[in-house]
């Protein structure tokens, strides 16, 4: 026994049409961005901990930050900064790709459902 559609094709009766230009440009998804830059200054943070072995020297507070500690920090600067560079660059990406838009002819069509 074959099903019959739980939706059976209803009429569709055309209210309203209306031809409208519209401008189509293509944009920059910021998330990828801003998270792409974060990356990035969390990478720098653990080239910059782990290139420089620090100094000899006792500092004049007498305290000494383990390579941990001073990733943790590097990387809190490096994110905020990469964040910063991402969301930026982002924003150049927008402003070049903005130029580029088309406007569109498009047809906005309103139509209702009869219902039996």
């Not at 049409?17 to 293509?26: C, K, S």
């Not at 910021?30 to 080239?47: D, H, P, Q, S, T």
């Not at 941990?68 to 560079?85: K, Y």
């Amino acid at each position: 026994m074959a099903e019959e559609p739980q939706y059976p094709e209803t009429p569709r009766i055309v209210v309203g049409d209306q031809i409208e230009t519209v401008r189509v440009r293509r944009a920059p998804k910021y998330g990828v961005f801003l998270v792409l830059g974060a990356a990035l200054g969390v990478f720098v943070a653990m080239i910059l901990t782990f290139a420089f072995n620090g100094t000899d020297e006792a500092s004049a507070a007498g305290i000494e930050y383990s390579q941990s500690q001073v990733f943790g920090f590097l990387a809190l600067i490096g994110v905020a900064v990469g964040l910063a560079v991402g969301g930026l660059v982002a924003l150049v990406f927008d402003r070049v790709l903005s130029r580029r838009a088309r406007d569109v002819s498009v047809d906005h069509e309103i139509s209702r459902i009869e219902e039996d």
